[in-house]
């Protein structure tokens, strides 16, 4: 966990705002989630999550974290090969963190030196890995071999076909993870309203699942 908020504070910067190009010093609910979630280990020494479902506020800096950590999972977890995505109902949603994450790499001297900016990609040669955006169409996930998905909005989702896709492209990794970040929905019809509710059995005991995350 210390090793993912010395990356952040150390080499991501704010994009926007009176803060533009400063580093990137973690809010306090972020520090606590980081290390949870990076900081909790299984029997073998791996990540014990694989989910995490964050219900958070607007304007509480989700998008920026988001795009910190798509670049954490890129460069510097340790993972060869590494394909991370950005996911949204819509590709225009999906760019938001991509696109802040392309910022941050542009006004960061040390993460310009090494990463290769593309229009929808973003490009690790070193290690022969890359982080994009995509939609939230199943068929566009079919192929890959994900090691981390960072899901923006999820309550616009409608169904949890696309979900279940990018879980089941992760199977070959050591430890992939997949990030939902959402603000308040209304729809509990939907596949968020599904996580909101299997989130909420899981901290009250009622289900089990040592891999399953949520704040």
Request: neutral net charge; aromatic residues 10%.
């Amino acid at each position: 966990a210390a090793h993912v908020v010395s990356f952040i504070e150390k080499f991501c910067v704010h994009i926007e705002g009176q803060w533009a190009g400063k580093p990137f010093i973690l809010l306090d609910w972020q520090k606590e989630f980081i290390g949870e979630l990076f900081g909790t280990l299984d029997d073998n020494g791996l990540r014990q999550y694989r989910e995490a479902y964050i219900e958070i506020a607007r304007k509480q800096g989700k998008s920026s974290l988001g795009a910190a950590l798509a670049l954490y999972m890129l460069v510097a977890d340790g993972e060869y090969g590494a394909q991370v995505v950005s996911v949204a109902k819509t590709r225009e949603q999906a760019r938001i963190i991509f696109s802040m994450a392309a910022k941050m790499v542009h006004m960061s001297p040390a993460l310009s030196s090494i990463l290769e900016v593309q229009k929808y990609a973003i490009l690790y040669p070193k290690t022969q890995s890359i982080y994009k955006c995509i939609a939230a169409e199943a068929g566009s996930a079919h192929g890959m071999n994900l090691h981390a998905v960072l899901y923006d909005e999820l309550h616009t989702i409608e169904d949890g076909e696309m979900y279940d896709v990018l879980k089941s492209s992760m199977g070959a990794r050591r430890q992939p993870l997949i990030m939902s970040f959402t603000t308040a929905g209304t729809n509990r019809n939907s596949f968020c309203y599904t996580i909101h509710e299997y989130a909420i059995n899981v901290k009250k005991g009622m289900r089990t699942d040592p891999r399953f995350l949520s704040r």
